[in-house]
């Protein structure tokens, strides 16, 4: 019974130690909706712009920053 309780309470404090960097949902959907709409702007303002080029790079471009970032917090 001892050995349940301990894996217990260490799988607790596992779990409280992700928990803290939890969002609030309101501050996440803002966030996220926010995000969006200047996504949506910015991508056809470029595309006036640039042209069609801009569709090619955009995307190119996002998944190295992405990485970098993936790569930065692991």
Do not use: C, D
Not at 18 to 29: D, E, G, I, K, N
Not at 31 to 41: P, S, T
């Amino acid at each position: 019974m001892a050995k349940a309780a301990n894996w217990l309470s260490a799988n607790t404090e596992m779990f409280r130690a992700y928990s803290s960097h939890a969002v609030h949902a309101r501050a996440l959907f803002f966030r996220e909706n926010n995000g969006f709409i200047v996504g949506i702007v910015a991508v056809t303002l470029l595309f006036m712009l640039g042209g069609r080029i801009v569709l090619w790079i955009l995307p190119a471009g996002l998944a190295l920053v992405v990485a970098q970032v993936v790569k930065s917090e692991v």
